[in-house]
């Protein structure tokens, strides 16, 4: 049943001992987002904690070390954030499979799974997040303000994307001043590269093969790729955009080889391409200008053909 953002408001407050699941290879939108509300929903005298995510890198660890669930937690409120379909939740979250009981979200392509939905036209959810603790009646501290803002400046490539709006920069602006260190943050997130990302880019750069006339460039990564240069989730994060900051490309996809013989597809795309809509194609989906699919039992090589003949046929 899809529900309106004061009724999302009104259900957290009416609810206590709540969880808040995130989704798998979690991204700085869905860590921020669920931070962001377990430090709103406590400061309302909530008892509420983050489902331990597998997928959780040394990024966020401390981040959220004081606020993920103990074992023997047994939540009365379960609350998916920044996940469009209940298999893209994290697999920790397999206990909860059916039984979630509130979604947040900002995908397009997000599939009715939890007993009360709210999807938002959003650049992050992060934003959707801004509001409903705004509608809560919570004050934002410092430790909110920092969790937003890496929701939402990571989901939009430090506000580069085409989904940042005006009304992305206003919200923003309501805590910016409240973020603890803003440059170090960029730096952390955006600027900073391991020496494994830098290998693993020199791969990618070499793998690259164009498609359509150059509109289309793809890179392929293989699970021996990972293994020799020791790259980590954090390294790989929105490396896809690398195929897209090449002149003349509207279309970017990064092709990694899953551990079950099958293929992670990540696309970036300009207005000419949906992405959303070629990964559907494939079981998958996301937002219109950067989506994602998995498919299974197929090489890379494979996998760039099939995805290649889908463009030529929509």
């Not at 409903?132 to 506000?159: N, Q």
């Not at 021996?224 to 954090?234: F, P, R, V, W, Y």
């Not at 896809?240 to 970036?268: N, P, W």
């Amino acid at each position: 049943m899809k529900i309106s953002l004061n009724e999302v408001a009104d259900t957290l407050l009416l609810n206590d001992n709540i969880l808040i699941l995130t989704h798998k290879n979690p991204d700085g939108d869905t860590q921020g987002s669920a931070i962001a509300l377990c430090l709103a929903l406590k400061s309302r005298g909530k008892r509420a904690y983050i489902l331990a995510n597998e997928g959780t890198t040394p990024r966020f660890k401390a981040r959220l070390m004081s606020l993920e669930a103990p074992e023997d937690f047994a939540p009365d409120f379960v609350v998916a954030v920044d996940s469009a379909t209940e298999e893209r939740l994290c697999l920790s979250a397999n206990n909860y499979l059916g039984k979630v009981d509130l979604a947040v979200d900002h995908h397009i392509s997000h599939k009715e799974y939890a007993k009360k939905t709210y999807v938002g036209d959003n650049a992050a959810c992060g934003e959707i997040i801004w509001e409903i603790i705004t509608l809560m009646g919570v004050e934002i501290t410092d430790k909110i303000a920092e969790a937003l803002y890496i929701a939402i400046s990571t989901d939009t490539s430090c506000f580069l994307n085409a989904n940042t709006s005006a009304r992305t920069h206003e919200i923003v602006s309501k805590f910016f001043s409240m973020v603890p260190n803003v440059p170090a943050l960029h730096r952390e997130f955006f600027v900073v590269k391991s020496k494994a990302r830098l290998a693993v880019e020199s791969l990618l750069i070499a793998s690259i093969s164009f498609h359509l006339n150059g509109a289309v460039a793809v890179m392929k990564l293989t699970l021996e790729d990972i293994k020799k240069t020791g790259a980590s989730e954090d390294d790989l994060d929105n490396i896809v955009a690398l195929a897209r900051s090449i002149d003349g490309v509207e279309l970017g996809i990064l092709l990694r080889e899953t551990t079950d013989s099958g293929v992670k597809a990540s696309l970036r795309s300009s207005d000419k391409f949906n992405s959303s809509d070629i990964c559907a194609v494939f079981g998958g989906g996301g937002h219109v200008r950067a989506a994602g699919a998995t498919i299974a039992h197929i090489s890379l090589d494979m996998a760039e053909d099939a995805i290649i003949k889908a463009l030529g046929d929509m």
